[in-house]
C-alpha cells in the first residue's frame, strides 16, 4: 500500500523569504504522480503543482517548485518570496498511474505567513 | 465561473438520523469523487463516479452511500451517522483524459453530528 509521510504539521516563514515543505512516500510502483495541494482557511482545496515520476524535470510553476529525489521517494516543496496568502494547510499526494483518479493524501502541514 | 458547490457547508444532524449532503458542479466533468476529512488529517477516499459508474473504496463503511442522478449531481447519504462520522466531506470532479487529471474541490461540508 502507499503512503505519504509530512513530517512538519507546522511551520512558519516570514513574508518575502523563502520555506521547504516537505513530503515522503512509500510505493512500490514505477509509474505514478505526486501533487501539492494548498488548502486555505475555510476556502477549498487546490492544486499548487504536480509532478509525473517519469519526468526528471523538477516541476515549476511561478513562485513553486518542487524538489523531486525519485529514488530518495521524496517530493519537497519550495515556496519563494512567501506571501500572506500563501498561509494555507498544504498536503502532498501520490496517484498510482495505473489508479487514476485516487489521491493518497499526507498528513497536511500548516504554513502560516508571518508579516 | 465554473465551478464545485457544495451545499449545505455546516449540516447539524442526530445520532443514526439519515442525511444528504449535496455537490454540483459546472465543469461539466464526468467524474466526482468524495473524500471524508476529520479533523487534522487528511482526506480520504470514500468513492467516486465515473460517469454513471460508481467505485467504493473497500474500506469505506456501507453506512455510506452515494447517488448521481446526472452529470452535473452527486449526493453523499449517510443512513445512519454515528458521532464518528462528524468531518469535513469533500466533493471534487475531474475530466478523464487518460492521465492524472486535476482534481477540482468544493468548499466542503462540515458535519456534526449530536
Known amino acids: 500500500a502507499q503512503t505519504v509521510t509530512q513530517s512538519q504539521p507546522e511551520m512558519s516563514v516570514q513574508e518575502a523569504e523563502t520555506v521547504t515543505l516537505s513530503c515522503t512516500y512509500d510505493?512500490?510502483?514505477?509509474?505514478?504522480?505526486l501533487f501539492w495541494y494548498k488548502q486555505p482557511p475555510s476556502r477549498q482545496m487546490i492544486l499548487v503543482i504536480r509532478q509525473e515520476a517519469y519526468k526528471q524535470q523538477n516541476a515549476t510553476e511561478n513562485r513553486f517548485s518542487v524538489n523531486f529525489q525519485k529514488a530518495a521517494k521524496s517530493f519537497s516543496l519550495k515556496i519563494s518570496d512567501s506571501q500572506l496568502g500563501d498561509t494555507a494547510m498544504y498536503f502532498c499526494a501520490f496517484m498510482r498511474s495505473s489508479n487514476t483518479g485516487k489521491l493518497i493524501f499526507g498528513q497536511g502541514t500548516t504554513l502560516q505567513v508571518k508579516p | 465561473d465554473a465551478m464545485v458547490i457544495q451545499n449545505p457547508r455546516y449540516q447539524v444532524t442526530q445520532f443514526g438520523k439519515p442525511v444528504t449532503l449535496s455537490c454540483s458542479q459546472t465543469?461539466?466533468?464526468?467524474?466526482m469523487y468524495w473524500y471524508q476529512q476529520k479533523s487534522s488529517q487528511a482526506p480520504k477516499l470514500l468513492f467516486h463516479?465515473?460517469?454513471?459508474?460508481?467505485?467504493n473504496e473497500a474500506d469505506t463503511p456501507d453506512n455510506f452511500q452515494s447517488r448521481r442522478p446526472n452529470t452535473s449531481f452527486c449526493f453523499l447519504d449517510i443512513r445512519s451517522p454515528g458521532l464518528g462520522d462528524a468531518a469535513m466531506y469533500l466533493c471534487?470532479?475531474?475530466?478523464?483524459?487518460?492521465?492524472?487529471?486535476?482534481?477540482?474541490f468544493g468548499p466542503g461540508t462540515r458535519l456534526l453530528v449530536l
Open positions: 471534487a470532479t475531474s475530466r478523464d483524459e487518460g492521465g492524472a487529471e486535476t482534481q477540482y
Open positions: 463516479y465515473y460517469d454513471k459508474d460508481f467505485n
Open positions: 510505493t512500490s510502483e514505477n509509474n505514478y504522480y
Open positions: 465543469l461539466n466533468h464526468n467524474v
